[in-house]
């Protein structure tokens, strides 16, 4: 039964979303996607590449830190490879192919892990932070939830403190790997520790500063986007900041394995939210689909990236059992 409920868990998202078409006013639907300002709809799109741009460079910064060196251009095939693979393959296989890219030049599977592990965090560390100022922004729609995810915190802080000091480390990280490689592919790899753990000792508070500089500056390019799709469907009465809070809430339930490519789970994150500055429900489904597009044409320059770098991702797992 739990295996049953992992594996069709992606369903939940799609049952929602299925559940909101049936509110919708379709003649409604149609009038709000009829009057689209293309002008504005454009320039979010245009900002795609630029987000793809700074995100690759922030990975190319964290692999110089450990003395592995890529041209730009590379990595910018690389990490759009991994974002194609990751909307259109299960299990996160997006982060695995970059490390696979990294491997392939002899890295060892620890050190290729780190700066893949480490692009990974600093996204999560971001949604993590401003998502939870989203909530008290959006207090009374969230304040049960607060409590729930304060306890949460104090909870897990609890247990890395128990982890790091006592023998529990490696287990401790395995966990934490999850989130790249994840459990289920493990067991066809052993993860040298050492390397990774070594690697990671490189990087200091100042490194650490300036990539989460760096990923403050992506999430606001992203905000731009963001702000752009709303006026393209004339959703003005929400403000730059309450957009990107709504968002980020949103991105952050969306990072949940309910859904593919966050549908059904975005919408009801942004429909209540929305509905607080008389968004009209239609028009909330439209930006969430607009979201959804912008996403698919990241893909489609992940898969024209993927014809010029390609990579077998079939032969991923007997990669791993060669480590």
């Not at 009038?31 to 460079?57: D, G, R, W």
């Not at 990751?86 to 491997?103: A, E, M, N, Q």
């Not at 993590?128 to 939830?145: A, K, V, Y």
């Not at 489609?300 to 993927?306: E, H, K, M, P, T």
Request: aromatic share 20%; glycine share 4%; charged share 15%.
């Amino acid at each position: 039964m739990n295996t049953f409920l992992k594996r069709y868990s992606f369903l939940t998202g799609l049952i929602i979303f299925i559940l909101i078409l049936f509110k919708l006013d379709f003649f409604k639907l149609i009038h709000v996607l009829k009057e689209i300002n293309y002008p504005y709809l454009i320039a979010a799109f245009s900002l795609t590449p630029l987000i793809l741009i700074i995100k690759a460079y922030r990975w190319n910064y964290l692999k110089k830190k450990q003395k592995i060196y890529y041209h730009i251009k590379d990595s910018i095939l690389m990490y759009a490879v991994g974002l194609f693979f990751g909307v259109f393959t299960p299990g996160r296989l997006g982060d695995l192919s970059k490390i696979i890219y990294l491997k392939n030049n002899h890295c060892s599977l620890g050190k290729s892990t780190v700066s893949v592990f480490l692009d990974r965090i600093s996204d999560l560390f971001f949604l993590l932070i401003f998502g939870c100022l989203g909530m008290f922004f959006f207090f009374s729609l969230f304040q049960n939830f607060i409590l729930l995810f304060v306890l949460s915190l104090i909870f897990i802080l609890i247990l890395i403190t128990v982890f790091l000091q006592t023998n529990l480390i490696q287990s401790f990280l395995k966990k934490i790997l999850s989130f790249v490689i994840p459990f289920k592919y493990q067991k066809y790899w052993k993860l040298n520790f050492q390397d990774f753990v070594n690697d990671l000792k490189i990087y200091k508070f100042k490194n650490c500063l300036f990539i989460f500089l760096i990923t403050a500056f992506s999430w606001l390019i992203y905000y731009g986007q963001m702000f752009f799709l709303a006026k393209s469907i004339n959703i003005t009465s929400i403000s730059f900041l309450s957009l990107s809070f709504a968002v980020t809430i949103a991105g952050f339930i969306t990072l949940l394995p309910l859904s593919i490519l966050g549908l059904g789970t975005r919408d009801i994150v942004l429909i209540p939210i929305f509905s607080i500055f008389s968004v009209p429900y239609e028009a909330t489904v439209s930006f969430s689909m607009l979201i959804l597009l912008t996403l698919l044409f990241m893909s489609l320059i992940g898969f024209f990236c993927w014809t010029i770098k390609p990579i077998q991702i079939s032969g991923i797992f007997k990669k791993f059992s060669k480590s």
